[in-house]
């Protein structure tokens, strides 16, 4: 099974709310890159089609977290499944039609100049990151206050808002904290410079 086929069998097995499939007729549609986008520049999926499969690696990462004994018993955390896919595969919507492929001249081994292509940003929506992709789910559908929290402060502490903000989302939002933690799981260790 493709990345993209993964996707779309959870999507529609777990997203179910109204306007759900909307949204996904948008990202299937011409007006989308978000099945061929990179996740990057340069570091973590930086590669075409990269940014679905990290999508997909934050889901596995997300569940595996959420289901962790201690997360369900001793912290009384649990979420809807429909919840769960929802902050995962959408968390990084600000990145659709965001990357543009550009060309730079490389030496070769043989010290022959190369034309070589690469990830640059083309921003046309400037609205920052977590709540950029909020606002692009919510023209679609609806997300609960926990979702619009974990999708918004997705990026943790790496992010350039206040920190004291962060702490206290994360603290509030205990999917803010579940999915910032599956975010950087995925990133670094699953699809960073070295993955296993």
Same mark, same amino acid.
């Given at each position: 099974?493709? !990345?993209?086929?993964?996707? /779309?069998?959870?999507?529609?097995?777990?997203?179910?709310?109204?306007?759900?499939?909307?949204?996904?007729?948008? %990202?299937?549609?011409?007006?989308?890159?978000?099945?061929?986008?990179?996740?990057?520049?340069?570091?973590?999926?930086?590669? +075409? =089609?990269?940014?679905?499969?990290?999508?997909? #690696?934050?889901?596995?990462? @997300?569940?595996?977290? $959420?289901?962790?004994?201690?997360?369900?018993?001793?912290?009384?955390?649990?979420?809807?499944?429909?919840? /769960?896919? /929802?902050?995962? @595969?959408?968390?990084? @919507? !600000?990145?659709? #039609?965001?990357?543009?492929?550009?060309?730079? #001249?490389?030496?070769?081994?043989?010290?022959?100049?190369?034309?070589?292509?690469?990830?640059? /940003?083309?921003?046309? $929506?400037?609205?920052?990151?977590?709540?950029?992709?909020?606002?692009?789910?919510? =023209?679609?559908?609806?997300?609960?206050?926990?979702?619009?929290?974990?999708?918004?402060?997705?990026?943790?502490?790496?992010?350039?808002?206040?920190?004291?903000? +962060?702490?206290?989302?994360?603290?509030?939002?205990?999917?803010?904290?579940? %999915?910032? +933690?599956?975010?950087?799981?995925?990133?670094? @260790?699953?699809?960073?410079? #070295?993955?296993?």
């Amino acid at each position: 099974m493709t !990345c993209r086929e993964r996707f /779309i069998d959870i999507y529609r097995s777990k997203i179910t709310r109204e306007g759900s499939e909307r949204l996904l007729d948008y %990202l299937l549609s011409d007006a989308s890159d978000f099945f061929t986008a990179p996740a990057s520049t340069r570091y973590h999926g930086a590669y +075409v =089609g990269g940014l679905c499969e990290h999508s997909l #690696n934050v889901y596995d990462c @997300l569940c595996d977290f $959420l289901s962790r004994k201690r997360m369900r018993e001793y912290y009384g955390i649990a979420y809807p499944d429909e919840s /769960i896919a /929802i902050v995962a @595969l959408l968390h990084d @919507l !600000c990145k659709v #039609n965001f990357y543009r492929t550009a060309h730079r #001249n490389v030496k070769d081994d043989t010290g022959r100049w190369q034309s070589v292509p690469y990830f640059t /940003i083309e921003d046309s $929506l400037p609205y920052g990151h977590g709540e950029k992709s909020v606002y692009i789910i919510s =023209g679609f559908m609806r997300l609960t206050r926990d979702e619009a929290f974990a999708i918004r402060y997705h990026m943790g502490f790496s992010g350039t808002e206040d920190k004291s903000t +962060v702490g206290q989302a994360l603290e509030m939002f205990p999917l803010a904290f579940a %999915l910032s +933690v599956a975010d950087m799981e995925a990133a670094y @260790l699953m699809e960073g410079r #070295n993955p296993k």
